[in-house]
T-cell receptor
């Protein structure tokens, strides 16, 4: 069975600083990987996804993630954080269950941005 | 834009009550999902459905059931609510294009069972 680990429960960065959120996965085959963001009081929104091909994936809002098979990692990065990026971030790994994509989520990393 | 709506943002129910949480999507998606979200535990899949009248158990189905009579609507049912079912419930939908299309989420229902 697949699993996802997000080792950082809470991270605080200053506005304008760079950001890296860690994600490690466990999956027997080629993983399908996702990063979602949840702003306060909102549902989850997809930031980016990796299925195959280029291991550096660009997403919305200036985020990117790099897939590293040797490290079983899919870390999320942003070069310069904005105050509006304060939210909870979830990494997920997907697997086919029939015709549906079944996602297993990590426990999330809450990002706080200081001005 | 895909829209997933949930019938209530906040709900307060008594222990033992039967509770219905409704979810509707407007993009003709085949797949629909119910998750619960708890602090420190992330999102956990309760049930999902890949077609009308079809359902599959997720990781934590105990105490829940679901109904999908129409393609656009997926209901989560708590037959006899208990305090340990106090949580945020999120509905999601996806198409079956590649089998791994992104899931689109509703805003969530925060359920409190007293």
């Amino acid at each position: 069975a697949q699993s996802v680990t997000q080792p950082d429960i809470h991270i605080t960065v200053s506005e304008g600083a760079s950001l890296e959120l860690r994600c490690n996965y466990s999956y027997g085959a080629t993983p399908y990987l996702f990063w979602y963001v949840q702003s306060p009081g909102q549902g989850l929104q997809l930031l980016l996804k990796y299925f195959s091909g280029d291991t550096l994936v660009q997403g919305i809002k200036g985020f990117e993630a790099e897939f590293k098979r040797s490290q079983s990692s899919f870390n999320l990065r942003k070069p310069s954080v904005h105050w509006s990026d304060a939210a909870e971030y979830f990494c997920a790994v997907g697997a086919l269950a029939g015709t549906a994509s079944k996602l297993t989520f990590g426990t999330g990393t809450r990002l706080q941005v200081t001005l | 834009d895909v829209k997933v709506t949930q019938s209530s943002r906040y709900l307060v129910k008594r222990t033992g009550e039967k509770v219905f949480l409704e979810c509707v999507q407007d993009m003709d998606h085949e797949n629909m999902f119910w998750y619960r979200q708890d602090p420190g535990l992330g999102l956990r899949l309760i049930y999902f459905s890949y077609d009308v009248k079809m359902k599959e158990k997720g990781d934590i189905p105990e105490g829940y059931s679901v109904s999908r009579e129409k393609k656009e609507r997926f209901s989560l049912i708590l037959e006899s609510a208990s305090t340990n079912q106090t949580s945020m419930y999120l509905c999601a939908s996806s198409s079956s294009g590649t089998g791994l299309d992104e899931q689109y989420f509703g805003p969530g229902t925060r359920l409190t069972v007293t």
